[in-house]
Nanobody, 121 residues
């Protein structure tokens, strides 16, 4: 089992920034791809980005150039730095591990409880 706990969500004005954190514990592995997903009200959960154990990253098109994922393996923590926030970024953000691409969609084996991000216009 892997436990994931997100923190750092909140209310921010459009154009502002937030940094989310995700602390992992349990049977974590350094070779896990650590990912972030989000789910807006009335919408399906969507992939935001992933930080591979190699250090490379993939991001969804809507967040490219604005969001950055980093990880501190010594602390078993992954971060999501969000800049230039827009009202359409409003969602519950979930940390997930290991994150992987399964045929035609991104998914993960373990999920955090989520943290709310609200961007006001």
């Amino acid at each position: 089992q892997v436990q994931l706990v997100e923190s750092g969500g909140g209310l921010v004005q459009a154009g502002g920034s937030l940094r989310l954190s995700c602390a992992a514990s349990g049977r974590t592995r350094s070779d896990y791809g650590m990912g972030w997903f989000r789910q807006a009200p009335g919408k399906e959960r969507e992939f935001v980005g992933i930080k591979w154990s190699t250090g490379s990253t993939n991001y969804a098109d809507p967040v490219k150039g604005r969001f950055t994922i980093s990880r501190d393996n010594a602390k078993n923590t992954v971060y999501l730095q969000m800049n230039g926030l827009k009202p359409e970024d409003t969602a519950v953000y979930y940390c997930a591990a290991p994150t992987y691409y399964s045929g035609s969609y991104w998914t993960a084996d373990y999920w955090g409880q989520g943290t709310q991000v609200t961007v006001s216009s």
